[in-house]
């Protein structure tokens, strides 16, 4: 009876291989305080990690990662955590102000046309 009850739940674990986990996880931190990692893991999705000092929060952002996950809002964020403001600044600089008018430069509205005159 106990192995047939074992070959049931390996093949309904077999059957559910969109089967979210989250897991919360006590461990020690970089200045030695203790922390809650929360990992999430989906076969298809790379797995989610991260950090909190309190496990409520950890379990609050595991619930939010695995409801996004599941109604397909879930857009990974890992790439775009690293990019640095100075960075985005400079792309910013060098592709959106060019397609800028001039500071010196207005627009008049008159009777639906535009006219640019400079100040």
């Not at 674990?13 to 989250?22: L, P, R, V």
Request: hydrophobic letters at 35%; proline letters at 4%.
């Amino acid at each position: 009876m106990l192995v047939y009850a074992a070959q049931q739940c390996s093949e309904n674990a077999a059957q559910q291989t969109d089967f979210i986990m989250a897991s919360i996880i006590q461990r020690k931190g970089p200045k030695g305080k203790l922390v809650w990692q929360a990992q999430i893991r989906k076969s298809g999705f790379p797995p989610q990690i991260k950090t909190f000092k309190r496990k409520g929060d950890a379990e609050k952002w595991a619930r939010k990662i695995e409801r996004e996950i599941e109604s397909g809002h879930w857009k990974d964020t890992h790439e775009a955590s690293k990019i640095i403001f100075a960075d985005a600044l400079g792309r910013y600089i060098k592709t959106v102000t060019p397609q800028k008018r001039p500071k010196n430069s207005k627009n008049i509205y008159k009777e639906g046309n535009i006219e640019q005159q400079n100040a």
